[in-house]
């Protein structure tokens, strides 16, 4: 009958308090959380059996990925779901990944209503509009409501909307001078587009940039 693996290590990791690293039959095996440790009697010496050995897999699987969320952290903020499909791309098991997102969440590393109100906010100075981020921020998994609060918050109802369009339409129009006033609106609105601005309102603000351009650019 063959033997059983083996600890024949527990050491604390220096790279992140609160983790020990495992290793089984003198392999380095990985590394989970002291409180994994405690639950599962973890000792130097022991046996471990295929439910033990499979409990461990996971564990340490979660904690890799962990460490993965907070590196990617470190760099810059992120969406749950986007940075959830970012880890399965990085080899991460799928259930590895949701425990660690959770375990991030838990401790208010992640948190997409604040995600989504910064990212709204810098791309807004940027000049995107309300249609354009929320595409964006659709496309990285953040729910609509989420993202219509974002919204909300950076343009209350009753503020000035018309001014960014207003600007980006003005100097957009310079460029296109020389054009025929049709091809000129046409440009401009679907420039507006690209950026996010669209409705009745946008294809008005065309209109006037274009009616306010000299007539000899409007042949």
Do not use: C
């Not at 033990?52 to 979660?62: N, S, Y």
């Not at 000035?160 to 025929?180: E, G, I, N, S, W």
């Amino acid at each position: 009958m063959n033997a059983l693996p083996r600890i024949t290590a527990l050491e604390s990791d220096p790279r992140r308090p609160g983790a020990v690293r495992i290793e089984i039959d003198g392999l380095r095996f990985g590394a989970v959380t002291r409180e994994v440790v405690a639950r599962e009697g973890l000792t130097v010496g022991r046996e471990l059996d295929l439910p033990l050995h499979e409990r461990l897999g996971a564990a340490a699987d979660i904690e890799a990925a962990f460490r993965t969320v907070l590196r990617s952290l470190e760099v810059r903020s992120y969406a749950r779901g986007d940075l959830g499909r970012r880890l399965q791309r990085k080899g991460h098991p799928r259930s590895a990944v949701e425990a660690a997102l959770e375990r991030a969440a838990e401790l208010g590393l992640l948190d997409d209503a604040a995600f989504a109100e910064g990212y709204v906010q810098t791309r807004a100075a940027r000049g995107r509009g309300p249609a354009r981020l929320t595409r964006d921020l659709l496309s990285m998994g953040v729910e609509r409501g989420v993202i219509d609060r974002a919204l909300a918050a950076q343009w209350p109802e009753g503020s000035d909307r018309t001014a960014v369009p207003l600007a980006l339409a003005q100097k957009r129009a310079a460029q296109l001078v020389a054009l025929p006033r049709q091809t000129r609106r046409r440009r401009l609105v679907a420039y507006l587009a690209r950026r996010g601005f669209t409705g009745r309102e946008v294809t008005e603000i065309v209109d006037r940039v274009v009616s306010s351009q000299s007539p000899v650019a409007s042949r």
